[in-house]
Nanobody, 121 residues
Framework: QVQLRESGGGLAQPGGSLRLSCAAS????????MSWARQAPGKGLEWVSG????????YYHDSVRGRFTISRDNTKNTLYLQMNSLKPEDTAVYYC??????????????WGPGTQVTVSS
């Protein structure tokens, strides 16, 4: 079955960087679109970024465009999110997700357990 496991979260200072990873298994990772989403304390789930199976045409939420970069390594079944110029409002649990399909969706079906990102001085 689809299994997703995020890592790389932690504490960062404002203006700092973190790189999240998501190890995928149980499905044909190289053929499916992938996404990152987040949930800040007391707020709803927010889709952050998506990428097609071949790594083309990444999409970003307006709040992270220009600061975050999504990428993938299909040889390692791994999805990444490079987060630069972090802001306190980026504090959230970050989730790797997929609909196990070719299209990027903001409401994917499968989710990892999440990794906490805290941005604070």
């Amino acid at each position: 079955q689809v299994q997703l496991r995020e890592s790389g979260g932690g504490l960062a200072q404002p203006g700092g960087s973190l790189r999240l990873s998501c190890a995928a298994s149980g499905f044909d990772f190289s053929n499916y679109a992938m996404s990152w989403a987040r949930q800040a304390p007391g707020k709803g789930l927010e889709w952050v970024s998506g990428i097609y199976s071949d790594g083309s045409k990444p999409y970003y939420h307006d709040s992270v465009r220009g600061r975050f970069t999504i990428s993938r390594d299909n040889t390692k079944n791994t999805l990444y999110l490079q987060m630069n110029s972090l802001k306190p409002e980026d504090t959230a649990v970050y989730y790797c997700a997929t609909d196990a399909g070719v299209a990027i969706t903001t409401t994917p079906t499968y989710w990892g357990p999440g990794t906490q990102v805290t941005v604070s001085s």
